[in-house]
């Protein structure tokens, strides 16, 4: 069972595309490629695209990406189409042009819940949870302290960027809790990589041109990105693609305020990380460079 959930993941990443009902015919060579999800939520299309489980929020967000200078950078969008009565949003399988492809699913930021408030712990020697927060009930305080353990097991909180899965040769990886320090991090992607500096070249140069879009971006000055991921695809050819996927808690922000996704997020200001996340990546990557 767990390895069949962990097959229908990068299915719920990926993204698809379309317009009113369409038979849909899953290939064999394709199933492998879902990596975690689930069940129902996915599926995959022919003509090279996917179905993901309708969301009004995801489907503004890339009804804006496709008139943004982002839209090279997340999966084409096709509006929605509707599937054993359930309504999908469809886009492009990012997996498509690939052979046999390894995939990594990094959650990019500061912050992966939309909320607004802040509580903070501490251990004491009963080996308990003390919560502080002002004005708020008991039982909201130990949801979001839960929230934030969360993230943290998730990988490196204090790089703003955190490996979820990684899946190469049929094998899908899922345990990165332990994951934390930037050392742990490099060796995780170097794994992933196969030590191959050609891929970390390529992988290096996209999220640099990633970098330069996204700071003159229209759509990402003026939304919160929460809970986004990168996908990082690559296969035996060298062939690489890095692409923005997830948008269901991106949020539009008031006409009156942006962001500069690099300070340090505290209650009110919105500030989500990301580009402090991208930042910490790219260095990560240029470091397992030779010199």
Known sequence: QAAQECDLKCVSDLGCGASSPVPMTPKKSQQWLQVVGHAGSFHVGD????????????????LR????????????????????????????????????????????????DLSESICFYRRSKEDKY????????????????????????MGTQSFSNRICQIKKKKECHTNFKRTKSREQV???FDSFVESS???????L???????????TSDFFRTHEVVGSSLL?????????????????????????????????WAEGNREDGYLWGLDNLIDILANMLPT
């Open 47 to 62: 003509y090279g695209r996917l179905l993901k489980r309708f969301c009004k929020r995801e489907q503004q967000c890339y």
């Open 186 to 188: 490099m060796k995780a």
């Open 205 to 215: 140069r996209q999220l640099k041109q990633l970098r330069q879009v996204l700071e």
């Open 232 to 264: 990082f695809v690559h296969d035996w050819t060298g062939r690489t693609g890095v692409w923005m996927i997830d948008f269901g808690k991106t949020v539009i922000l008031p006409p009156h305020l942006t962001l500069d996704h690099r300070t340090p």
């Open 65 to 112: 990406l496709m008139k943004d200078a982002l839209r090279p950078f997340v999966p084409e969008y096709h509006g929605v189409v509707q599937l054993d009565k359930l309504d999908y949003n469809m886009m492009d399988n990012l997996l498509t042009h690939f052979i046999t492809p390894a995939i990594m699913d990094c959650k990019i930021g500061s912050r992966y």
């Open 130 to 153: 003390t919560f502080y927060s002002s004005n708020l009930p008991k039982e909201f305080v130990v949801f979001q302290y839960n929230l934030n353990m969360k993230i943290s097991i």
């Open 197 to 203: 500096t050609q891929i970390v070249w390529g992988y």
